[in-house]
């Protein structure tokens, strides 16, 4: 079945590291994706990784993939206020047209 | 270059009324997926289309939800005889290229727009 989870609510300390997860449970999901929302906007595409990836970077981004355990991870380093914001994780399996997404983290980044 | 454009952004009806939600998705997408938001849930897939066709829809309720894709003008999301539990932000997406073609998966998004039922 399809299912992804997400911790609620995640706080840091501008300047740290942050460190997003999410677990799901489709295992044959092709692409996986972090989205970010902020208040009272649409869903922008972050970044995403192929399921033969173990590892992606793009600047201060790094996802992580471990396919055994569906367990999918977003860093952002250096965390600024700018990136409080509601991450989603995201899969697409098989060939399927449709996204399942995450109940999203809520990132609050304190001064 | 507009994005994906949604109307209205807040709409507010009372229960028994119709609510219809519009989605033109980016220039030169035609591809449209509805997803509906509910407090502290994630974004459930609704309904996808094409131009004319209803692709995928497992994800709309059986009764009282329709979408529509015309050949010309915005897709339409429309839901009838509004309830309490339809509150929630209803957001569209658009898409260049179908899945199965390469496709990424990247889909742009809308601001949504947010049903109220009293």
């Known amino acids: 079945g399809e299912d992804v989870e997400q911790s609620l ?13 999410c677990t ?5 999901s092709t692409y996986l994706y972090w989205y970010k929302q902020e208040p009272g906007a649409g869903l922008q595409l972050l970044t995403y990784i192929f399921s033969n990836m173990d590892m992606k970077q793009d600047q201060r981004l790094t996802v992580l993939l471990n396919k ?3 367990h999918l991870s977003l860093r ?22 449709k ?5 999203g983290t809520q990132l609050k980044v304190e001064l | 270059n507009a994005g994906v454009m949604q109307n209205p952004r807040h709409l507010v009806r009372r229960r028994g009324q119709e609510a219809r939600l519009r989605c033109s998705p980016m220039k030169g997408h035609s591809h449209v997926y509805w997803y509906r938001q509910l407090p502290e849930e ?3 897939f609704m309904v996808y289309l094409q131009k004319e066709n209803i692709i995928d829809e497992s994800g709309m309720p059986k009764e009282r939800f329709s979408a529509e894709f015309p050949k010309e003008g915005p897709s339409i999301l429309r839901i009838q005889q509004v309830v309490r ?8 997406a658009s898409s260049l290229t179908s ?11 809308g601001e949504g727009s947010r049903l109220t039922v009293l």
Request: net charge negative; glycine share 16%.
């Open chain 1, 24 to 28: 799901y449970t489709d295992s044959s």
């Open chain 1, 9 to 21: 609510f995640l706080s840091v300390r501008e300047g740290d590291s942050s460190v997003i997860n």
């Open chain 1, 68 to 70: 055994k355990d569906k």
């Open chain 2, 42 to 44: 994630g974004l459930k």
């Open chain 1, 76 to 97: 952002i380093a250096d965390t600024q206020t700018g990136d409080s914001a509601i991450y989603f994780c995201a899969e697409r399996t098989g060939g399927g047209n």
């Open chain 1, 99 to 103: 996204l399942t997404f995450g109940t």
């Open chain 2, 85 to 92: 539990g339809d509150s929630a932000a209803y957001f569209c």
């Open chain 2, 99 to 109: 899945p199965g073609t390469g496709f990424t998966g990247e889909l742009f998004f």
